[in-house]
């Protein structure tokens, strides 16, 4: 898991395609979730800290891998 911010924590990032989808959770806002392409529309802070966080988001560090409800089967 993603170090802690100020205000804010990076819960998981899942790449879509070429994109790098952001989920995180922030103290005033809840979870909030954007693009990594949008992180210039979010918060001063979230910014602050995604940027920070940028290299290692890159890397797939903190990718997490959804479920596709269309594809898997939940409950028997």
Excluded: W
Aim: hydrophobic share 35%.
């Amino acid at each position: 898991m993603a170090p802690k911010g100020k205000n804010c924590r990076l819960v998981a990032t899942t790449k879509i395609g070429e994109e790098i989808n952001l989920s995180v959770l922030h103290s005033e806002d809840g979870f909030v979730y954007f693009k990594l392409s949008d992180t210039a529309k979010q918060r001063k802070d979230i910014q602050e800290y995604i940027t920070d966080l940028q290299p290692k988001i890159l890397s797939g560090v903190y990718n997490a891998e959804l479920v596709d409800m269309k594809k898997e089967e939940i409950c028997c």
